[in-house]
């Protein structure tokens, strides 16, 4: 800013009509690129969960900080910033904070995998968050259950546009790709016979979900729950306190019960990277194709 203003400045000395006519060429010209130019932040947890976006994108940098490699370059025409996070809430909170403030991104992915939230959700589906709550935030008495002490706040809204376009992405993914990139031995052993795209609230915690009883406990407290996992309501508290849209798409690999942790393990390593690929593919062209 400081630049063009004491250029502008200069001018002004000049002729006034000359500077009134630069500064507000300035103003219009910021206010553009703000409101249009988009640089998308995406994480992931786990190698498995991004695997193939790093290879895949155009002119990238790798910058190491605070122990993560941050990848910097053109996805699909948009310009994007991609990191693995690691496993847990602060790790997922470090990483969105760190991505804002050092890498400036304007908007974040969550993409990932996680155990199911309702009966009716099954493996080798997709969820989509409309909201996100931190289950093990218990400050009672002060503070009623999954409320973050001090903000008011127990569900932190995905932004309702990304959601909107992951959406459109999955089912696309679903109609388009799915039959084509998971191969039929992998979609027999995990009977993925009609995957689905489903929307809610995603709970996030430190915690493996592998227990039936801990997990129906949850599905009470918590309705309209689509799906547990460990570091996406982190991210949408960071988004939210930053102000910065944020959504996470997850695959689900576990019923987050006493299999989970076997199906979770088979599952990451042979088709979520898939599904987080060509999601995010469709997820970027159609954001390009509409000039982001
Ligand atoms: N044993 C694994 C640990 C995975 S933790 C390992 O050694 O790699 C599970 C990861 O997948 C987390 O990042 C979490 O967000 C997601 N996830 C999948 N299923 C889950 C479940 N049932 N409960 C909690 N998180 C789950």
């Known amino acids: 800013m400081l630049d063009p203003v004491h250029k502008t400045g200069l001018i002004h000395k000049k ?83 760190l991505l804002v403030e050092k890498f400036g991104v304007t908007h974040i992915l969550f993409t990932g995998v996680a155990g199911a939230g309702d009966a009716g959700i099954a493996v080798g589906d997709i969820v989509v968050a409309d909201a996100l709550v931190q289950h093990d935030m218990d400050a009672r008495p002060l503070f009623p259950r999954f409320e973050v002490p001090l903000t008011g706040l127990a569900y932190f809204s995905s932004d309702h546009a990304m959601a909107l376009q992951l959406l459109t992405a999955a089912h696309g993914f679903l109609e388009h790709d799915f039959m084509e990139v998971i191969d039929a031995g992998q ?28 997990i129906n406990a949850l599905k009470v407290a918590l309705p309209g729950l689509v799906a ?12 939210y306190e930053l102000g910065i849209p944020c959504a996470v798409i997850r695959t689900i690999s576990d019923n987050a019960n006493e299999d989970a942790a076997t199906d979770f393990l088979t599952f990451v390593s042979a088709v979520a990277a898939n599904y987080a690929f060509y999601i995010v593919r469709r997820y970027c062209q ?6 982001f």
């Open 15 to 97: 002729s006034d009509v000359y500077y009134y006519y630069q500064v507000i060429y300035i103003q219009v010209n910021l206010k553009k690129k703000n409101g249009e130019k988009m640089r998308l932040g995406i994480i992931s947890a786990l190698h498995e969960e991004q695997q193939g976006l790093m290879e895949a994108m155009l002119d990238a940098t790798t910058t190491e900080h605070g122990g993560r490699v941050y990848t910097q370059g053109q996805l699909w025409g948009i310009d994007a910033v991609c990191v693995l996070s690691r496993i847990g809430k602060v790790a997922g909170a470090v990483t969105a904070t």
């Open 187 to 214: 979609r027999a052993a995990f009977r993925l016979a009609q995957p689905r795209v489903h929307r809610g609230l995603i709970a996030s915690g430190d915690q493996f979900m592998h227990d039936p009883a801990v």
């Open 228 to 239: 547990v996992e460990m570091e996406g309501a982190a991210v949408a508290q960071v988004c």
């Open 286 to 291: 159609a954001l390009a194709k509409h000039g």
